[in-house]
């Protein structure tokens, strides 16, 4: 967490020091490398509302992952034969300073939904037939699906700069909450929760990252 922190601080200084500014471009298509650590693609389309400060940012995001490819790669629990998803999250975005449109500290806040399909081989609990009712784990692995709902909702600050003609950068810092609905089979226990990033996690968390993009 300290690293993350440190790495924010110092690219807030780094836009600072070299940024130029041009608030000509209306349009924002920027892209969110750390979804990749998660097994995702999101493509954010920021829109200026307006002649003001004021945006609109939407944000579909797309997740693929096969774990029993030896080269996939996530940050996330990934104890799942395949994932796959879909997502998309609306934010409004108002810049602090109204002399420069599209650069510069701003506030954000929004929300999101999410859809994952997880297919997994586990054990699942099992009923014994009988008087009273007994449950034992099933001696062999069964291959099932997983559906989760994720809702969101987060609160960011952050800065962001043309640092060179319509190429711009956005680091960014702030909260959420999210809850994660599971529909599941009978029996199966099996939940992603564990870290902020995991797709069904229920609670707070920290929100941070950085987009590289262009203006249209």
């Given amino acids: 967490m300290k690293n993350i922190f440190v790495s924010i601080i ?58 029993e490819n030896s080269g996939s790669f996530s940050i996330g629990r990934n104890d799942y034969k395949r994932l796959l998803g879909a997502g998309l999250e609306v934010s409004r975005r108002i810049f602090l300073t109204k002399q420069v449109k599209n650069s510069g500290f701003y506030w954000s806040f929004g929300g999101g939904y999410k859809y994952f399909n997880l297919n997994v081989s586990d054990y699942l609990w099992e ?10 784990l099933s001696s062999t692995q069964k291959d099932y699906s997983i559906s ?10 952050g800065f962001q700069k043309e640092v060179y003609e319509a190429l711009y950068i956005d680091v960014f810092v702030g909260f959420g909450i999210k809850y994660g609905i599971y529909d599941q089979p009978f029996g199966s226990f099996k939940r992603y929760n564990e870290a902020g990033w995991d797709y069904g996690y229920r609670g707070t968390m920290f929100v941070g990252g950085i987009r590289f993009g262009v203006g249209l």
């Fill in 127 to 136: 009923t014994i037939p009988g008087n009273l009712v007994q449950y034992h």
């Fill in 10 to 67: 110092l690219a807030f200084l780094i836009l600072n020091l070299n940024a130029q500014e041009n608030p000509t471009h209306s349009t924002l298509v920027m892209g969110v490398p750390q979804y990749l650590l998660i097994g995702g693609v999101r493509i954010d389309i920021d829109k200026q509302t307006g002649v003001g400060n004021k945006w609109l940012i939407f944000s579909p995001s797309i997740y693929y992952n096969y774990t």
């Fill in 148 to 157: 989760i709902h994720s809702l969101s909702m987060n609160s960011i600050m």
